[in-house]
């Protein structure tokens, strides 16, 4: 069974730092461009950053730009997300996607649906 399983999500006050990661199991995903999106309580789940395949190109929300960073582990499979700064406005699940069918490769890096593979998402609370 193929899974992505995101892990870090937690607790923490404004201003503090978090690292959420995503790990493959039961394929690879170093061909696939990667993502996180987040979802909050009574709100559409929305784009938050993607890496290309490579890793050497990244793009994010304009809400996190500068305070977040995405990166791929060495495998390419793994994917992190990087927190700073954070604010309770970032409380929400987090789930991390993957493009296996070659969808974002015309730019659309920020549509969900352009994933076809998703995990369960872990939570990550911001108090203020």
């Known amino acids: 069974q193929v899974q992505l399983i995101e892990s870090g999500g937690g607790l923490v006050q404004a201003g503090g730092s978090l690292r959420l990661s995503c790990a493959a199991s039961?394929?690879?995903?170093?061909?696939?461009?990667m993502a996180w999106f987040r979802q909050a309580p009574g709100k559409e789940r929305e784009f938050v950053a993607a890496i290309s395949w490579s890793g050497g190109t990244t793009w994010y929300a304009d809400s996190v730009k500068g305070r977040f960073t995405i990166s791929r582990g060495d495998a390419k499979s793994a994917l992190y997300l990087q927190m700073h700064s954070l604010k309770p406005e970032d409380t929400a699940v987090y789930y991390c996607a993957a493009d296996t069918l070659g969808n974002t490769s015309g730019g659309y890096y920020s549509y969900r649906r352009m994933y076809d593979y998703w995990g369960q998402g872990t939570q990550v609370t911001v108090s203020s």
């Open positions: 039961g394929r690879t995903f170093e061909t696939s461009p």
